[in-house]
Every structure is written in C-alpha cells, then in structure tokens.
C-alpha cells in the first residue's frame, strides 16, 4: 500500500509538473492538463453534438457574413494561428457560446435583438476571448484535478480512458451553455472589447450588448412571474446593469488604448439591412404556435391546446403549462419501427402498465388509443392520461399529469380535447404555420413603438417585444428616418 501511495504522489506531481502551459493572453503559467491538441479535439467532437441538437440557420449571405466579420476580429486575437469557424444556428434562444479550438456560435434569436455591426462584432468578440484566454481547458483541467483518483485510475486502466474523456467533453459543453464564472466573463469582455479595437469598432459597444442582455434579463422576470417558474440568467452571473458596473467599465474603456485611427465602426443600416427576412421566433422545421393552438407543417400536423394555457415549443416536446400551474400537458413523437396496435405501443415502447379509463381514439379518422396509466413524478405517483396517435411512421404521443391526485377528473376532459383535436394540417393551416420574419423600414412622423406595436402580429406584450427589438427598452421611443424593426 505505501508502494502504491508513492506512485500515486509521483503520478499527480508528474501531472501537476507537465499541466503548466503559458496562457496566451496574460504570459503567464496556467495549470492544464489538455494540450491544445486535445482542446482542439475536443472541440471537433462537442462541435458534431452541438450540430445534432441545432440546425444551422438556412441563409447563406448570413453565414458568410458572420464568418467574414469574426474572422477579422480572431486575426486580431492573441491566437490568430486558430482557424476559427463561426456559425449562425437556427434557434431562438437568446445565446451565443464557444467550443475549445475555435468553434463559436451565435443564435439568430440573439442577431434579431442586436442593432448595428458592432454590437454584433462585441458578441463574437467576447466569445473569441473565451477561447483565447482558454476559459474551457482552464474549467476542464480544475475538474479533472477534482476527480484526480479517476485519472489515475485512467494511466493504469486504459478501458477508462474514452469514459473519462468523454465526461470531461460533456463537462465543458455543459459549461460553455451554462455561462462561465464572473471572472471569466470580464476577462472575456475586456478581450472582446481590446479585438473591437483593433479591427475599427467602438469598443463601447460591449456594453450595448450586455444591456441587451439585461434588458432581456429584466423582461422575463415579468414573463417568468406569469408563468410560475424561475427567470433565465444571462451573460454568466453578472447582476447589476452596464451603467452602474464599474469593474464592466473598466475592463472596456481599457481596450480605448488599442483603437485605431478613424472614426470609430458602427454600422447600424448596415446590419439592419442583413437582417432583414429574418425568422423571429419559432422557424418552420420547429412548428409554430398562434394563440393556444399549434401547427407543424413539416410534420403535418396541427393541434389545439386548452385556451390560457402557456405553450412552450421545446426542440424535443411541446409542453402546455395550466393557468395556476395544477396541470402539465406535454407531446413528443417517437418512429413506429412495428406494426402493433397504439394500445401495444403504449404498453411494449413506452412501458405504461394497470391502463384503466381507456378506448379507442380516431382523430381525422387516424388509430389511436387513450387510456389512465400510473407513473412516478416529482411529486410521487400520479395517475397519467396517455394518448398515442399514430400519423405516417410517427407515433404522436399526449401524456397529461396533474400535480394535485385530486384533480385528476378536472383536467381529463381537457387532455382528452387536445388529443382529439389533433388532426392532419390543411392548405389553410399551412398559410399560417409560415414563421414570423422581421422587416425593416424608415420610421415615418407621427409613427410610435406603440402604433407598430399594434399592426404587429404578437397578441401578448407587444409593445415590450418591439422595444426589445429596437434596443429601445423600457421606455424609449423612435425618431422619424431612423431604420426600425418590424414584425409581419
């Protein structure tokens, strides 16, 4: 044992002596455990995952543009020898975020609520610091040495090696979403902002980018408190507004040093102009919801959820929220791969045992079933209405719960209604599942956030989304000539 005790301290002095590197940012001696080789590939494998769970948005003029502009802003880094590859993903999460080696992204929901050039460039600026500082390997390493027994056992045991790697690779990709810590995040800030200054734009525009974020942040608490769940967190864990952030200001008017001679980039129309036609909210291939009901015309399907319910289009499921919260109503879609009967499917595929309350169900004359089966929750066993419809070689499947036992007979006519408002979408429901796009126009005299506010289609928080929009939250108002964003 004492042998074995005296390897394992050479092991972890070996590792602690060969996981200094020099941080390409500061000069100084890092402890990491991954090469940039490994970080490299690390980024290729979680770069595979990431195009799995997201599409890349369908607009080649777009694609080109974010490459060419982040390209100019990487060959001002501090590793310019990285080839960088940046990427529009369809999505409307409010996001952008980095993968170790030079793989960044950046939403189209997060470009819709961007409003020049330069706020733009500070997004991928701050993410270009996030790989240059190596914020990701600096993460990973710490949490490799926290889980050191694994690495040890990983030298002696090789079958441990890919298991290892592989925790350490959804370790980081979970980070990269989540936001890294707040030191991390102005170190990335003050980068971006010192990029923004040597390619030509205003480094101040870092902070027009944050209170975006914030301004977002600020919304959805609103949202938030309507729907009964907690607001999102934007922008890693900073907490207080660009204004009042003296260290935020700090770190930006710190890249004034580096800037270039001339006037100082914006290009406000000339951003606007790109983003013209651009999806806003949900896209085509994730189906879209008007009022309580929800259409997919890729998948051919529409259906109706009980009215005031909050509807949420997750990339998985569709999940519709009660008013008071007491009930969840949620629809995924599974491939049949055998010719077994809805009743078969809900007993051998999703494992539904005790089906009580059950029959046939033929929505637009499709084979269905329904029936109460017991599952397990949060809250501990509750009775669950399921409803499998079968559409083509997909199984449509409804599952209802309620977080009261009691309740259960309150709420089973309204599971019951949505399944059987499901129904093959028509010529007509193909016309309105088209996606929302933004357009731009000259903001004519006499024209307010308000009157746009009303000729747009949004029928909650109009007012407040066309302020998002437009960079004008809460309270700002347009001016005649200047370009506006419009949603139709």
Known sequence: MKKLAYISVLIISSILSSGCATNPVTGEQDFVTISEDQEIAMGR????????????????????YVQRIGRQLAAKSHRSGLVYRFHVLDSTEINAFALPGGYIYITRGLMSYLNSEAEFAAVLGHEIGHVTARHSVRQASAAQMAGIGATIGSIFLPQMRTQAGNQVVNMVSSALLSGYGREHELESDRLGAEYLAHTGYDPQAMLDVIRVLKNQQVYDEVLAEEEGREPRQYHGVFASHPDNDTRLQQVVSAANKYKTTGKRLRNRDEYLTLMENLVIGESAHEGVTRGNTFYHADMGFTLSFPKGWKIQNMPDRIVALAPNGGAILQMGAEDINKRISPREFMQSRLGLKKLK????????????????????????????????????????????????PSQIAVYDKAFLASAKSFHRITNKEKEIAKPLRLHMTKVRPGMTISKYAKQSPYTDHAEERLRLLNGIFPTGELKPGQMVKTVR
């Open 45 to 64: 494998k979680a770069h595979a995952s990431v195009l799995k769970q997201y599409k890349l948005y369908d607009n080649q003029q777009l694609q080109d």
């Open 357 to 404: 309350s059950e029959g046939r169900i033929n929505p637009d004359g499709l084979q269905g079933h329904s029936a109460v089966a017991p599952i397990k929750t949060t809250y501990g066993t509750r009775d669950a209405r399921f409803n499998v419809i079968y559409l083509g070689d997909r199984a449509f499947i409804l599952a209802g719960v309620v977080k009261d």
